[in-house]
């Protein structure tokens, strides 16, 4: 299963709303995360299964999408948001990640 | 506290072996599946490999299937990957990952430091 990310990166400023598309190359129900990594650091689960939240992430993100096409929202975007993040099917095996959103600051 | 180290990273010329290791701690090891995660530094993460808590059902990404071997040894709270065969695109900063089920899907919950092979003659 191939994973895709639009866009590849976007520059916005604090108090944005962010929005990242993922599209998978067939259907992987809701089998879709998230992750946020910043430079040097391992990457941090945000979001599982769709739209569930890690504990300990803030509400200002959400996820979104069934089937083939996902959506990761950043509401209200923080300096601590600045990162690059991949989304990953966990459908079936191998579990590929997207390619990435580096998200930076305008 | 949840801590997982990897190590065994090393320079090693094409062709050769290196063995990974990733120690954990703060946890049931027996419990949860584990992964391996590659990334070369400045791109993406590329998922590697997959066990399960009982040693079974290992999964490889393309890239590496027959060169590469995931294991365990839960007496010893530790994770493997045996990379035999290597190639310079096998250069990369090998993460070690935990799964976690949670509600009917699995997510890679805590991760390691990472530790870097360099594939290079």
């Known amino acids: 299963i191939q994973m895709t990310q639009s866009p590849s990166s976007l520059s916005a400023s604090e108090g944005d709303r962010v929005t990242v598309t993922c599209r998978a190359s067939?259907?992987?129900?809701?089998?879709l995360n998230w992750y946020q990594q910043k430079p040097g650091k391992a990457p941090k689960v945000l979001i599982y299964g769709v739209s569930s939240l890690q504990s300990g992430v803030p509400s200002r993100f959400s996820g979104s999408g069934s089937g083939t096409d996902f959506t990761l929202t950043i509401n209200n975007l923080q300096p601590e948001d600045f990162a690059t993040y991949y989304c990953?099917?966990?459908?079936?095996?191998?579990?590929?990640f997207g390619p990435g959103t580096k998200v930076d600051i305008k | 506290e949840v801590q997982l180290v990897e190590s065994g990273g090393d320079l090693v010329q094409p062709g050769g072996s290196l063995r990974l290791s990733c120690a954990v701690s703060g946890f049931t090891f027996s419990r949860y599946w584990m992964h391996w995660v590659r990334q070369v530094p400045g791109k993406g993460l590329v998922w590697v490999s997959r066990?399960?808590?009982?040693?079974?059902?290992?999964s490889y990404a393309d890239s590496v299937e027959g060169r590469f071997t995931i294991s365990r040894d839960n007496a010893k709270n530790t994770l493997y990957l045996q990379m035999n065969s290597l190639k310079v695109e096998d250069t990369a900063v090998y993460y070690c990952?935990?799964?976690?089920?949670?509600?009917?899907?699995?997510?890679?919950?805590?991760w390691g430091q990472g530790t870097l092979v360099t594939v290079s003659s």
């Open positions: 066990i399960k808590n009982d040693g079974s059902s290992p």
């Open positions: 990953q099917q966990t459908y079936s095996t191998p579990f590929t």
């Open positions: 990952a935990r799964a976690t089920y949670s509600s009917g899907w699995y997510m890679s919950d805590y």
């Open positions: 067939q259907t992987i129900s809701t089998y």
